[in-house]
């Protein structure tokens, strides 16, 4: 993994940064209606709390770590611990609800991205995958909200530690550096952790699954529970489902890609 784009707590600990980001990915396989890349944003403080109460949470239920596929498909868990789950899940839900901390996503849908590479052909040589723009547009987010900030503060990016899923980040990171991107100006460097032993990164999984869940299926309490706090971070443009129009936009404000 390039230097430039890594960072070691333990290396670093005296110049931590103020906001850190933990995300999750969803839809990169070939032939996904969409692609996703979320989770959530906070201070160190914050995500110390929500990360004990999550753990508090595990212990109380029993459960060495929440995942949300696994749950879901049965396929670490039996259908007994399926049932203490469900139950866990909206406490979970709670802690998040209850927090400070910002949810942050951007999806590209399969359609979506078809539209702009059939708008600007230039568009896909440059971005390649819809991974890539959701990823710059993520990173955009957290650049502008962390430079709002008084004074400006730098972000640090954590993701899984699973190698397909470090590969992935760190190109597109690489790409964004390399292409003179704007978007990484505030982001100090990326991170990478086992999502077993995170329950910051099992939040970005539970967000993401239940994104997903909310644009199948809008029966799940704890689902509603949870997205009713993305009403926040829609008014500071951290939520985004790219559409066609998006993209039009998107082109209309630049001639890079003619």
Request: charged fraction near 20%.
């Amino acid at each position: 993994m390039p230097a430039f784009c890594q960072w070691d707590e333990n290396e670093n600990s005296e110049t931590l940064p103020v906001l850190k980001a933990f995300f999750d990915e969803s839809g990169v396989h070939d032939g996904s209606p969409m692609v996703a890349l979320g989770g959530f944003i906070g201070s160190p403080h914050d995500w110390q709390t929500v990360e004990q109460q999550w753990a508090a949470l595990l212990h109380h239920f029993g459960i060495p770590y929440y995942h949300s596929s696994e749950v879901e498909g049965h396929w670490t868990f039996g259908h007994e611990a399926k049932n203490i789950m469900g139950f866990a899940k909206v406490e979970f839900a709670k802690i998040l609800s209850a927090s400070p901390l910002l949810p942050i996503f951007c999806i590209m849908p399969a359609w979506t991205w078809s539209h702009a590479c059939a708008t600007k052909p230039r568009f896909s040589a440059i971005f390649r995958k819809p991974y890539h723009f959701c990823f710059a547009e993520m990173m955009k987010s957290l650049s502008q909200l962390a430079e709002e900030r008084a004074p400006p503060e730098k972000v640090l990016v954590t993701l899984s530690d699973t190698v397909e899923y470090a590969a992935r980040a760190t190109e597109a990171y690489a790409f964004a550096r390399d292409n003179a991107l704007d978007v990484v100006q505030s982001i100090i460097g990326l991170s990478f952790v086992a999502m077993k032993v995170s329950p910051a990164l099992q939040a970005a999984d539970m967000l993401l699954y239940d994104i997903h869940s909310q644009l199948v299926n809008s029966a799940d309490p704890a689902s509603r529970k949870l997205l009713s706090q993305l009403e926040v971070s829609n008014k500071l443009n951290l939520c985004k489902f790219i559409s066609p129009e998006d993209m039009d936009n998107f082109f209309a404000a630049t001639s890079e890609f003619d």
